[in-house]
C-alpha cells in the first residue's frame, strides 16, 4: 500500500481559511470497480434479455416492464460508469471534493448493469424492483437503527459494541409486552404502543450498564460492549427456553404493525411502495434520522455531544459536565436501538426467536464506520448493506451464478476495506474509546 | 493514509527529534498511552478476592433467576402469604437441585456405583475445558500486547476447516497425519488472524472492527465451502457437512474405557500453557510484547518495532484460537463438521482471558471453571430443564463484575483502596516544578 498522493490546496475565503483536503481514492476506488465489471463482462458475456418489472399487480399507476439486453445495456453501464469516474478524476484535480451524490449515481449504474448482467444470464430473468426495493429497505431498518445509536454514542465518545444487544433486548422486550397488553382488554393498538415504549426502555436499560461501566468505572468500552452482548443473549435465550416458549401464547405472540400506505405517496411508481407503504416504525425511523442529522449538525445539544466526543477536555473547561452528557446521549442511544429491535417483533416476524437479529448490531456498526460517523451517510450504508443482503436473496431466487455466501460477505469486507482506508478518510470521534477521568 | 493523531505516527515525527532536545518539550505531541491500556491493566491486575467474589455474586444472580422462572415456585408464591414455607422450600429445591445437577455434571457423579463413570464428569469437564483454555491463551496474549482479537469465531472456522480438510482427504501415516493436520490448522488461524494484525500495523485499522467482520468473512467463506462439492463437502451429500474425519488424524484418547472422552488434545492445551509462559516470561520476544502492552510509545523509543509486534502478536494469538478449532475438529466432533464447529468458543474465550486476567496459568485456571461451567450446564439443562444460555449470563456476570472491581467492593462493603496513589500525588509537584525551571 502506498499513501495516497493527497493535495492540499488552500482556497482562501474572507476572514476564513479553509483547507480542502482531496483525495485521489474515490477515482481510483471507481475505476477499480469499473475495469472489474468490465473484466467480468468479457469473461463471461450474458447474450439474453434481463427483464425489469416495475410495478406491482395492486399499482395504481402502471409502469412497463423494461426489457434490456443483456450485452448492450451492461457495456453502456461500463460506458456511464467510465464517465462517472473521468468527472470524478476531473473534479479532483480542480481540488475539489467528489460530491456524496456522485457516488450514489456510480453505485446504482454500477448495480443496475450488475444486475442485467447477473438476470441476463440466469435461468427466470425477471427482476421484481418493487420487491427487492421493499424487502432491501426492510432488511435495513433495523440497521439503521443501530447505526443511528452507533453515531450518537460513538460521537460523545463511547464505543458502543453492545448495538446487537440493544436490538436483542428491545426484540425480546416489545414481544413480551405487546403480547401481554395487546391480548387484553386495552386492544392491539395499545399493545404495540406499548410495545414500542417497552423495546426503546429496554435499550436504555442495556446502555444504562454501559454508560455505568464505561463512565463510573472507567471500564474499557469494548470490552463491556463485547459481554453486554453475551449477557443480553444470555438472558433472552434462557428466558425465551424457559418462560416463553411454554407459554407461547400468551408471551410470545405480539400483534403484528399493520402496513399504512400514505395516500397519493404510495401510488408513485417504484418509489412509493418502497418507502411508503411501511409499517409506522419505519416511519418513525424517517423521523429519526432527520432529527438526528438535525440535532447533530445545527443545535446546541449536537454541537455540545460533539465536543465531548473530540476532545472533553475543552468541553470541560468550558463547562460542559462530560460524565453527565455521555451517561444521557448513551442512553437516548440506546432507545433508538432499542426500537430498531421491535421491527424484528413487531414489524417483520412477528414473534421472539433465540438470537434473532443474527448479527445485524454488528452490520450496524460496519454501517458506522462506513457511513464515517455521520447519521445520513450512515444511513445510505445501512441502506447499501441492506439492499446486498436482499440482492443475494433475490439472485439465489433467480438462480444466478454468484454464490450467495459471497453476496452476504459484501457489508463485512466493504468496511474491513474501509477501515484500512482504502475506501475513503475514515477518522472517528477524537475521543471514542476513552473514559474521561477528571482530574 | 494513517490519522493524523495515531500515536504511532505522532511517534515517528517523535523519532526525528534530535535526542539532545529537552524531553518535555516533545511531550505535546506525543499522545500518551491510550486510556485502552490503562484500562486493560486495570481489568489485568487486581486482587484474587474480587474474582472470587466476582464468581459468587454471578451465582448468586444465577440462582435468583433459576428461582424465579421455576414453574414450582411460581406455583407456591400463589399463594405465598398463607405458606410462605412453601415458596422458600420450592426455591431451595429449584436452586439446590439444579446447582446439585450442575456440580455432579462437571466434577463427580455419586449416583455412580464405580469410580470410573463417577469421575466422568471430571474428565468431560477436561474435555470442555481444552479448547477454551487454548483460545483464552490466544486472547490472552494479545491483550498483553495490548490488542483485542475478538477474532476467534473466525479464526477457529478455519483451522476447524484447514485441520479438517487434511484429516479427511490426505492418507498419511498414523502419527505424521495428525501433526500435519494441527500444523495445517494452525496456520489457517494464524494467517487469519494476521490480516487484522497487518492491517493495524500497515494502515492503523482498528484490531477490535477488523477481527468482528473477519469473523463473518470466515463464516460465509466456510459456508460456501461447506455446499461446494470438492471443497469441504461430504462426497455424495446434499448437506454442508464435511466427510469424517480418518482415523489417523484423530487425536488419541488419554484415558482407558469408552466411556472417558478426553482426549490429546488436552495435554496440547498444558503445553500452550507453558509455551505462552515461556514466551511471555522467558523469551525476548515476550518482553517485548509486554513493552509494546504496557506503553507503545516508550516501547518504540526503547528501539522495539511495535508494528511488528502487532503483526506477530496476532500471528501466534491466531494460532493458539487455531489449536481450539483443532481440537474441535480433531478431538470433540470427529463425525465430520459443519459451520457451527466454533461452539461459541472464540467469544467464551474472551471471558477466559479476562477471568485469568491474561496470564498463562491464570488463563488455565479461568478455562477450567468455565469448562465446569459447560459440562455442569449439559447435565443441568439434560436433569432440571434449566437451559445452559444461564451459563452465557454467569460468565458474563463474572467477567462485568471483574472488570469493576469498586462495583464488588462495594456491593461488599470492602474498603476501597484509596491510600496507594498517595506516594504518586507527591511525586507530581517534583514534576512541575522542573517544567518550571
Not at chain 1, 229 to 248: E, K, R
Not at chain 1, 376 to 396: D, E, H, M, R, V
Not at chain 2, 215 to 226: D, F, G, R
Request: net charge positive; charged share 10%; aromatic share 10%.
Amino acid at each position: 500500500m502506498t499513501a495516497p498522493t493527497q493535495h492540499h490546496a488552500t482556497t482562501s475565503s474572507p476572514g476564513l481559511d479553509t483547507t480542502v483536503v482531496v483525495s485521489w481514492k474515490a477515482p481510483i476506488a471507481f475505476a477499480v470497480v469499473t475495469v472489474l465489471l468490465a473484466i467480468l463482462f468479457i469473461a463471461s458475456p450474458h447474450a439474453g434479455d434481463a427483464t425489469f418489472r416495475l410495478s406491482t399487480g395492486s399499482d395504481l399507476i402502471q409502469l412497463p416492464e423494461l426489457v434490456l439486453n443483456g450485452i448492450v445495456a451492461t457495456w453502456i453501464g461500463v460506458a456511464l460508469l467510465a464517465a462517472v469516474t473521468v468527472a470524478s478524476a476531473a473534479l479532483v484535480r480542480a481540488k475539489r471534493r467528489v460530491p456524496l451524490w456522485l457516488l450514489v449515481v456510480f453505485a446504482v449504474i454500477a448495480l443496475m448493469a450488475f444486475l442485467t448482467w447477473a438476470a441476463a444470464g440466469a435461468r427466470t430473468p425477471v427482476i421484481p424492483m418493487p420487491g427487492l426495493l421493499a424487502g432491501a429497505l426492510s432488511l435495513s431498518v433495523p440497521l439503521i437503527f443501530g447505526a443511528l445509536c452507533g453515531v450518537i454514542s460513538e460521537r460523545v465518545g463511547v464505543i458502543n459494541i453492545a448495538i446487537e444487544g440493544q436490538l436483542l433486548a428491545g426484540a425480546f422486550t416489545s414481544a413480551v409486552i405487546a403480547s401481554v397488553i395487546g391480548q387484553g382488554i386495552l386492544g392491539p393498538i395499545i399493545g404495540q404502543v406499548a410495545g414500542l415504549t417497552a423495546a426503546a426502555v429496554a435499550g436504555v436499560l442495556v446502555a444504562f450498564v454501559l454508560a455505568a461501566f464505561s463512565i463510573k468505572y472507567f471500564v474499557d468500552q469494548v470490552i463491556v460492549g463485547v459481554v453486554l452482548n453475551v449477557l443480553v443473549i444470555g438472558l433472552t435465550s434462557f428466558l425465551f427456553s424457559q418462560v416463553l416458549a411454554p407459554n407461547a401464547s400468551l408471551l410470545n405472540s405480539p400483534p403484528r404493525l399493520e402496513r399504512l400506505p400514505i395516500p397519493l405517496l404510495s401510488e408513485i411508481p417504484l418509489i412509493g411502495p418502497m418507502f411508503f407503504r411501511q409499517t409506522i416504525i419505519v416511519y418513525l425511523m424517517y423521523l429519526i434520522v432527520a432529527l438526528v442529522y438535525f440535532g447533530l449538525f445545527h443545535t446546541k445539544w449536537g454541537l455540545r455531544l460533539r465536543s465531548v466526543g473530540e476532545h472533553p477536555t475543552a468541553a470541560d473547561t468550558v463547562g460542559i459536565n462530560v460524565a453527565r452528557t455521555r451517561f444521557w446521549n448513551v442512553s437516548l442511544a440506546g432507545a433508538i436501538a432499542g426500537l430498531g429491535g421491535a421491527f424484528f417483533t413487531l414489524g417483520a416476524v412477528g414473534a421472539f426467536g433465540k438470537e434473532m437479529t443474527a448479527g445485524a448490531g454488528f452490520i450496524a456498526l460496519a454501517a458506522v464506520i462506513f457511513g464515517q460517523w455521520d447519521p445520513i451517510k450512515a444511513t445510505l450504508a445501512a441502506l447499501l448493506f441492506g439492499f446486498a443482503s436482499n440482492l443475494q436473496n433475490t439472485l439465489s431466487v433467480m438462480g444466478s451464478p454468484v454464490p450467495s455466501e459471497f453476496m452476504l460477505m459484501l457489508p463485512y469486507v466493504v468496511t474491513i476495506l474501509a477501515v484500512a482506508g482504502f475506501v475513503g478518510k475514515v477518522r472517528g470521534p477524537a475521543a471514542a474509546g476513552k473514559p474521561y477521568i477528571k482530574s | 493514509m494513517s490519522n493524523a493523531n495515531d500515536p504511532d505516527v505522532a511517534l515517528q515525527t517523535g523519532t526525528a527529534v534530535p535526542p539532545d532536545e529537552p524531553v518535555r518539550e516533545r511531550e505535546p505531541e506525543v499522545e500518551p498511552p491510550s486510556r485502552w491500556h490503562e484500562a486493560f491493566r486495570r481489568v489485568t491486575t487486581g486482587n484474587a478476592i474480587i474474582s472470587v467474589l466476582a464468581v459468587l455474586l454471578a451465582l448468586i444472580v444465577g440462582a435468583i433467576m433459576i428461582a424465579f422462572t421455576d414453574e414450582r415456585v411460581q406455583a407456591a408464591s400463589a399463594y405465598f402469604f398463607a405458606r410462605p414455607g412453601d415458596t422458600f422450600v420450592a426455591i431451595w429445591d429449584a436452586v439446590g437441585g439444579a446447582y446439585a445437577a450442575f456440580f455432579q455434571g462437571s466434577i463427580y457423579n455419586f449416583r455412580r456405583d464405580d469410580f470410573i463413570s463417577g469421575i466422568r464428569p471430571l474428565t468431560e469437564t477436561l474435555k470442555f475445558s481444552a479448547p477454551l483454555i487454548a483460545a483464552g491463551l490466544g486472547v490472552g496474549l494479545a491483550f498483553r500486547v495490548g490488542m483485542f482479537n475478538i477474532g476467534g469465531r473466525g479464526q477457529m472456522l478455519l483451522a476447524a476447516a484447514g485441520a479438517g480438510w487434511v484429516a479427511f482427504s490426505f492418507d498419511l501415516p498414523w502419527g505424521l497425519h495428525m501433526i500435519v493436520a494441527v500444523i495445517v490448522g494452525l496456520l489457517a488461524g494464524a494467517l487469519w488472524a494476521g490480516i487484522a494484525g497487518l492491517l493495524k500495523a500497515r494502515t492503523g485499522a482498528h484490531e477490535v472492527i477488523v477481527t468482528i467482520m473477519l469473523n463473518y468473512v470466515a463464516l460465509y467463506l466456510v459456508s460456501w465451502m461447506l455446499r461446494t462439492p470438492g471443497l469441504l463437502q461430504a462426497p455424495g451429500s446434499n448437506n454442508p457437512k464435511t466427510p469424517p474425519m480418518k482415523d489417523t488424524a484423530i487425536f488419541p484418547d488419554l484415558l482407558p474405557g469408552p466411556q472417558l472422552n478426553l482426549h490429546f488434545g488436552f495435554l496440547l492445551s498444558i503445553g500452550a500453557v507453558f509455551l505462552v509462559w515461556w514466551i511471555l516470561d522467558r523469551s525476548s520476544l515476550g518482553f517485548k510484547f509486554r513493552a509494546v502492552g504496557l506503553n507503545p510509545n516508550a516501547a518504540r523509543v526503547a528501539g522495539i518495532n511495535v508494528k511488528s509486534m502487532y503483526v506477530y502478536a496476532m500471528l501466534i494469538s491466531g494460532a493458539l484460537v487455531g489449536l481450539a478449532g483443532v481440537h474441535q475438529v480433531l478431538g470433540t466432533v470427529t463425525t465430520g463438521f459443519s459451520s457451527g464447529i466454533d461452539a461459541g468458543i472464540g467469544f467464551d474465550a474472551i471471558t477466559v482471558a479476562l477471568l485469568g486476567r491474561s496470564t498463562p496459568f491464570g488463563i488455565l485456571a479461568a478455562g477450567l471453571l468455565f469448562g465446569a461451567f459447560k459440562a455442569g450446564g449439559f447435565s443441568m439443562q439434560a436433569a432440571e430443564g434449566v437451559p445452559i444460555d444461564i451459563v452465557l449470563v454467569v460468565q458474563s456476570l463474572i467477567v462485568l463484575f471483574i472488570a469493576a472491581p469498586p462495583l464488588v467492593r462495594a456491593i461488599f462493603r470492602l474498603p476501597q483502596p484509596g491510600a496507594k496513589p498517595k506516594s504518586k500525588r507527591t511525586r507530581t509537584p517534583r514534576k512541575e516544578e522542573v517544567a518550571a525551571k
